[in-house]
Structures are given as structure tokens and as C-alpha cells.
T-cell receptor, first 115, second 114 residues
Framework: AQKITQTQPGMFVQEKEAVTLDCTYD???????LFWYKQPSSGEMIFLIY??????QNATEGRYSLNFQKARKSANLVISASQLGDSAMYFC????????????FGTGTRLQVFP | DAGVIQSPRHEVTEMGQEVTLRCKPI?????LFWYRQTMMRGLELLIY????????DSGMPEDRFSAKMPNASFSTLKIQPSEPRDSAVYFC????????????FGPGTRLTVL
């Protein structure tokens, strides 16, 4: 079974609108961390936001927020007020357990923001 | 502050040749990761080090791949002999073991094996 599933290969959103990128995960470990990274066309990987499994509140970082639904094992990224510069690949990743730093990445979602 | 530095940025080589990729992590970070990204397999972890010690090398494809971290500021990933299927972008990342353990990625090395 896939540990991280991103079911949307591509998404379109109009500038200034909000968009939700889906991510579901699979683990039986009660301690885990969820990450979102952005990869623009230039290729670098940019950390966006983190959610720990024991965090009581949804993580937020500027225009990024994470809709964490633990029972559903989903950690969707919400980007508010989309900008043209948000066009990129977005990867969800999981660190599973306390005793590892290993990240498992999903296949990514390509977001295109249009004017 | 300098981020993770990787060299070379691009490498083109012929099948059978030895390839060495280099990485300088962010100063003060104590974990270092090597990833490979391809269209077919996505982004996959090859190996990671904590305090210069290899912790998990389960992602290293085969014996042709080896990685070293002789000190806290330098790591290498070597492929010998290289094959066309090794063509990919290789990322190095580093992190500081704190609450987030967020990994900071280098710009990557695009390797093409002809």
C-alpha cells in the first residue's frame, strides 16, 4: 500500500482564489510528521509547512494552511489567495515514527495558477 | 547564510564511468540525506546520515552506489560503474534534529548517463 497518496496529478486555479491539494497517508504508528514541499520549475525543493500527529491545531504558515483530519488520515494543503508564482509541483511527505528522519514522498500535484 | 551546496550541478558521462556527486550541508545541521528524483519513481531516499554515521541505506539501489560522510561539512555519493538508468536528479538535503526536523534541499545535480 502507498504510504502517501496524492490523487490529483494536476490542478488549475485562478489567481487570488484558494485551492486545496489533497494528501492521504497510511501508517499505524501514532507518532508521525507530515510535510509539504514546493518544487518550482527551477527544480529546488522548498519546505512549506509541517504538521505533527499530536498537534492539536492545524498548522498555518502565511498563505499556507494544513487541513489535518487525523481520523481520515488526510493532510490537505490549502493555499489561499493564489499567486502566479505558486505554479509548481507540490509534494506531501511523511516521517513515520519517532526513531527515523526518513521522509516518504507522494507523487506530487502540479498546480497551475492562471490570471 | 549559505544553503545546501551541491556540485556539480550538471553531469554528463558515459556508461561505465565513475560519477561522484558532492554535498556540503548547512553549517550546524547534523543530518544529511541523499535523494534521487525520476519521472518513473518520483522522489526516493537513498541514504541518510546522523552525525556523520549512516543510519538508513535501504534505498541505495545496488552495490554500484556508495555514500560517505567523512566529516560534518561534506558528503559524497559515488556511482561506479554508472548505467543509463542512473540518469536522474540527485538531491542532497540537511536538517537539524529539532521539533520539525525539516529538511533543506540543495539545488540538485542532474546526471545524464549516455
Amino acid at each position: 500500500a502507498q504510504k502517501i497518496t496524492q490523487t490529483q496529478p494536476g490542478m488549475f486555479v485562478q489567481e487570488k482564489e484558494a485551492v486545496t491539494l489533497d494528501c492521504t497517508y497510511d501508517t499505524s504508528d501514532p507518532s508521525y510528521g507530515l510535510f509539504w514541499y514546493k518544487q518550482p520549475s527551477s527544480g529546488e525543493m522548498i519546505f512549506l509547512i509541517y504538521q505533527g500527529s499530536y498537534d492539536q491545531q492545524n498548522a498555518t504558515e502565511g498563505r499556507y494552511s494544513l487541513n489535518f483530519q487525523k481520523a481520515r488520515k488526510s493532510a490537505n494543503l490549502v493555499i489561499s489567495a493564489s499567486q502566479l508564482g505558486d505554479s509548481a509541483m507540490y509534494f506531501c511527505a511523511m516521517r513515520e515514527g519517532r526513531n527515523t528522519d526518513k521522509l516518504i514522498f507522494g507523487t506530487g500535484t502540479r498546480l497551475q495558477v492562471f490570471p | 547564510d549559505a544553503g545546501v551546496i551541491q556540485s556539480p550541478r550538471h553531469e554528463v558521462t558515459e556508461m561505465g564511468q565513475e560519477v561522484t556527486l558532492r554535498c556540503k550541508p548547512i553549517s550546524g545541521h547534523n543530518s544529511l540525506f541523499w535523494y534521487r528524483q525520476t519521472m518513473m519513481r518520483g522522489l526516493e531516499l537513498l541514504i541518510y546520515f546522523n552525525n556523520n554515521v549512516p543510519i538508513d541505506d535501504s534505498g541505495m539501489p545496488e552495490d554500484r552506489f556508495s555514500a560517505k560522510m567523512p566529516n560534518a561539512s561534506f558528503s559524497t555519493l559515488k556511482i561506479q560503474p554508472s548505467e543509463p538508468r542512473d540518469s536522474a536528479v540527485y538531491f542532497c538535503a540537511s536538517s537539524l534534529q529539532d521539533y520539525y526536523n525539516e529538511q533543506f534541499f540543495g539545488p540538485g545535480t542532474r546526471l545524464t548517463v549516455l
